[in-house]
């Protein structure tokens, strides 16, 4: 079956290398962009057979746009979102998370298309301790509901309800993700933070890292593999904050972090960066969402990615020398 997809998201970092994983295997790729998106991680690229790459002006919170830039595509991954997480902000992110998941879902039902929906780990359940959640585990009161993971999930139920009435979607959650093509500085931002920062103290929970690369290929296997309504975890290494920290400042040469933040030093951190967003009226980095979540071990088991799609992860050191070479080679270190 040949395959032509439409991508969403293409100028973030995840929707970029899912963009180039499919050039790559010689997938007719287009994409969906906002007129006003910085366009940089898009130029010089072509589809196989030497065209140029099918740019659609659109929105995702625009069905119409949708609807013009699907026609003739067999298959849509769904990558764009609004990924600032904090308390303030909810109805943007419903807006964009929500509305715009509900309208991709909308038009591939529409086309009869096979949508790749992509959504977070934060949007399923924790265990509460080390032990890494799953695709089953329930989500709940160990979830901190900032908009972020509020609009995450309710955009998968969304989705849910479209596939109830049978769409032939996926859902996939990727883990905290580093790679290349961060030209927005997503969670680069941490690379290049901890460089200029020096903190001695890292969060005390912990992440499930993983390659955006790596990811990609996952996305890339679920267009044709996944039966209607399944989700999959794209995951990776689950470590502590303090020990990527530490691998970071391996490879990046930084000062490497001594231990874990106490309690008191996470509230206090948590309490002058509320402070601080009020007083400039627009919520920062540095929130009690994002310290409350960094408290937690966000683990999580890709063992059904694995063994359907055929997902692989790279090694820590090689998945943060890659993504600190591309932000040093394009300028952003």
């Given at each position: 079956m040949s395959i032509r997809v439409l991508i969403t998201g293409a100028t973030g970092m995840l929707g970029n290398n899912v963009l180039r994983e499919c050039l790559a295997h010689g997938i007719q790729a287009e994409v969906l962009v906002r007129t006003k998106s910085d366009r940089r991680a898009l130029n010089g690229l072509c589809n196989h057979s030497g065209e140029p790459l099918v740019i659609h002006d659109g929105d995702i919170t625009d069905i119409e746009s949708i609807r013009k830039a699907a026609q003739g595509c067999s298959h849509i991954v769904h990558a764009a979102g609004d990924i600032h997480i904090g308390w303030q902000g909810l109805d943007k992110q419903r807006r964009i998370n929500v509305t715009g998941s509900?309208?991709?879902a909308r038009v591939a039902f529409e086309n009869q298309q096979r949508l790749v929906h992509v959504?977070?780990?934060?949007?399923?359940?924790?265990?509460g301790n080390e032990t890494p959640a799953n695709e089953d585990t329930p989500y709940g009161k160990l979830n901190i509901p900032s908009t972020y993971v509020v609009s995450k999930r309710e955009a998968d139920v969304e989705v849910g309800k479209w596939i109830s009435k049978g769409l032939n979607a996926v859902t996939v959650h990727p883990g905290f993700m580093l790679g290349p093509f961060d030209w927005k500085l997503s969670s680069g931002k941490m690379l290049v933070g901890l460089t200029r920062n020096y903190p001695l103290l890292s969060p005390r929970g912990g992440c499930s890292l993983c390659d955006a690369r790596d990811v990609a290929s996952g996305i890339i296997s679920a267009l044709s593999t996944g039966k209607a309504g399944e989700h999959f975890i794209?995951?990776?290494?689950?470590?502590?904050?303090?020990?990527?920290?530490?691998?970071?400042?391996?490879?990046?040469?930084?000062?490497?972090?001594?231990?874990?933040m106490d309690r008191v030093t996470m509230l206090t951190t948590a309490l002058i960066g509320d402070i601080a967003s009020k007083f400039t009226g627009k919520e920062g980095d540095v929130n009690s969402a994002v310290v409350r979540m960094s408290a937690q071990y966000h683990y999580y088991s890709s063992d059904k990615a694995t063994r359907i799609l055929g997902y692989q992860f790279r090694e820590i050191n090689t998945i943060i020398a890659d993504a600190w070479n591309w932000l040093k080679q394009n300028g952003m270190a």
């Open positions: 509900s309208n991709m959504s977070t780990v934060n949007a399923l359940g924790l265990t794209l995951a990776g290494h689950n470590l502590s904050y303090l020990d990527l920290w530490r691998a970071i400042s391996d490879v990046t040469g930084a000062v490497r972090p001594l231990w874990r």
